[in-house]
Nanobody, 125 residues
Framework: QVQLVESGGGMVQAGGSLRLSCAAS????????MGWFRQAPGKEREFAASINWSVAGTYYADSVKDRITISRDNAKNTVYLQMNSLKTEDTAVYYC??????????????????WGQGTQVTVSS
């Protein structure tokens, strides 16, 4: 099992920045990649970014790729999501996820076996 705990959410004004963190524990050696997803009220959970755990490789949703950066610190078993130039439409619960699946598909939530509890990001106008 892998446990994931997100932090760093909060309220920010449009144009501001936030950095989310996701700390992994447990069987972290089994992780192939980590991802960030978000879910706004009344909408489906959507992919934001993914990063391979042990080798190079980052992937972004087209809708946010110019404004976010995913990174990792393996020594701390932590993944980060830096979000800049935030917009009101970025308001959502942000979830960290881990997958052991080693395929090339990165954006499907069902391929991620482990999920954090989510952290709320609210962007005000």
């Amino acid at each position: 099992q892998v446990q994931l705990v997100e932090s760093g959410g909060g309220m920010v004004q449009a144009g501001g920045s936030l950095r989310l963190s996701c700390a992994a524990s447990g069987r972290t050696f089994s992780i192939y990649a980590m991802g960030w997803f978000r879910q706004a009220p009344g909408k489906e959970r959507e992919f934001a970014a993914s990063i391979n755990w042990s080798v190079a490789g980052t992937y972004y949703a087209d809708s946010v790729k110019d404004r976010i950066t995913i990174s990792r610190d393996n020594a701390k078993n932590t993944v980060y999501l830096q979000m800049n130039s935030l917009k009101t439409e970025d308001t959502a619960v942000y979830y960290c996820a881990a997958r052991t699946y080693r395929g090339s598909v990165v954006s499907r939530p069902d391929l991620y076996a482990y999920w954090g509890q989510g952290t709320q990001v609210t962007v005000s106008s």
